[in-house]
């Protein structure tokens, strides 16, 4: 079979869909906002007009289509809906049904549709084109405004229960820090996502910019304010990476997202913190590079979309 598989990755900022061939190439692919909407459905309407636009460049809506939906979380693949922290509107959201009657709707008679997380879908699609494609298992990792993962274990999606393994970003490594927007307490992403660091580093008189950019830039350049809150960031997010590769027994990370452009300057302190957190003899080498991939997270929905036929890299069943 060598039908395009339709990948949908659905973020805080932005809706991307994209038709992709069975070997990873982008056929089609169209960019939505999403909007600061309350209502649920409003919410959706941008992801249903990609949809219909992505698909309207083919000659005829074919009858079946395999899909791949990739979403921040939390999620829940039993049911099919989404919880993301980065979208209000959304509470048990039924975004698999949805897309399935958006698909309906256009004509396409039998979607088959595979939810995972966002984070999930990044490392899938590093483990299939990018930093990752020559391992079978691996943790992928983005650092941007939030901190998702996901890992692949033996070629298999590692899901879970309900679709959220390796949360790393809402992994608590400070039992007596600040409560996060998820509700806990003390959560990797409340001390090393982008815009935390440039709140944190603004707190402490850094009058150098408003984005993680900024601050990267200012850290390479010397400024030892911008350092120092990156270091401390690194630490925060080096304990929360040592923790998953003890729980996983994975000595494999790929780390992608905006804040990792920065190269060195977030990767020298989150190794060399790396080295105090793992001590075990099974996590001692771990290894941590850059993702390859600007488009990880449609490339990896498009990983979903092909398992369900048992195209692709990825096994059909996860491992769970």
Known sequence: MNAPVLAVDVGGTKFAV??????????????????PDTDPDATY????????????????????????IGSAGP??????????????AWRGY??????RDTLVGLGVREPRIRLAGDGHCIALGEHWLGAG????????????????????????????????AVHIGHTSVNAFGEV????????????????????????????????AKALCDAAR?????????????????????????????????VVGGGVS???????EPLRRHLRRFTVLHFVRDLTVVPAELQNAGLVGAASLGLSLSGRGPLAAEPAS
Not at 230 to 242: E, N, S
């Open 133 to 164: 494609r020559d391992v079978d298992t691996m943790v992928g990792m983005v650092i941007s405004t939030g901190i998702g993962a996901g890992a692949v274990m033996n070629n298999r999606l590692l899901t879970g229960s309900t679709g959220n």
């Open 221 to 253: 350049g010397g400024d030892a304010l911008a350092r120092e809150v990156i270091d401390d960031a690194m630490r925060y997010l080096a304990a929360g990476v040592a923790a998953c590769a003890i729980y996983l027994d994975i000595d494999f990370f």
């Open 75 to 88: 999620i829940d693949t039993r049911s099919g809906t989404v919880s993301p922290v980065n979208i209000a």
């Open 94 to 99: 039924p975004l698999v049904a949805s897309v």
């Open 261 to 267: 452009h920065a190269g060195d300057v977030i990767f």
């Open 45 to 68: 309407a941008p992801c249903a007009d990609a949809i219909a636009e992505v698909l309207g460049t083919r000659d005829a809506v074919p009858e079946t289509l395999d899909v791949g």
């Open 18 to 35: 994209a038709l992709i061939a069975a070997d990873g190439t982008i056929l089609a692919q169209t960019l939505r906002s999403t909007p």
């Open 180 to 211: 996060c927007a998820c509700g806990s307490v003390g959560c990797v992403e409340q001390y090393a996502r982008g815009p935390k660091m440039v709140e944190t580093a603004l707190a402490r008189g850094w009058a150098g910019g408003t984005d």
